[in-house]
Nanobody, 122 residues
Framework: QVHLVESGGGSVQAGGSLRLSCAAV?????MGWFRQAPGKEREGVGY????????YYADFVKGRFTISRDQAKNMLYLQMNSLKPEDTAMYYC??????????????????WGQGTQVSVSA
């Protein structure tokens, strides 16, 4: 079992930055960030594979968002720069079950946090 708690969301103006944190109790190699805007499906922002230290991003955040991980502290981070109004969403941290190939599809992830809201104004 993995318990995840996100923090760091808030309201910023376009062009601003936020850093989201995800504190994990229990660990999994594959951990990711997702977001869901009102009326839209949940979508993958990016993921990190521990051990291999592989990080992968959705095209719409490449060059703006960075995922980092402190495995000693069991923390996952999402640094978001150059934020746009279309980045407004609830952001979730998630962990995949052991043996699951990491990817951006929400269905690959079994454990989810409660989410933290990010609002970007024009």
């Amino acid at each position: 079992q993995v318990h995840l708690v996100e923090s760091g969301g808030g309201s910023v103006q376009a062009g601003g930055s936020l850093r989201l944190s995800c504190a994990a109790v229990g660990s999994r190699s594959c951990m990711g960030w997702f977001r869901q805007a009102p009326g839209k499906e949940r979508e993958g922002v990016g993921y990190h594979v521990g051990g291999d230290e592989i990080t992968y991003y959705a095209d719409f955040v490449k060059g703006r968002f960075t995922i980092s991980r402190d495995q000693a502290k069991n923390m996952l981070y999402l640094q978001m720069n150059s934020l746009k109004p279309e980045d407004t969403a609830m952001y979730y941290c998630a962990a995949a079950q052991v043996g699951t190939q990491c990817g951006l599809e929400p269905g690959r992830f079994l454990f989810w946090g409660q989410g933290t809201q990010v609002s970007v104004s024009a």
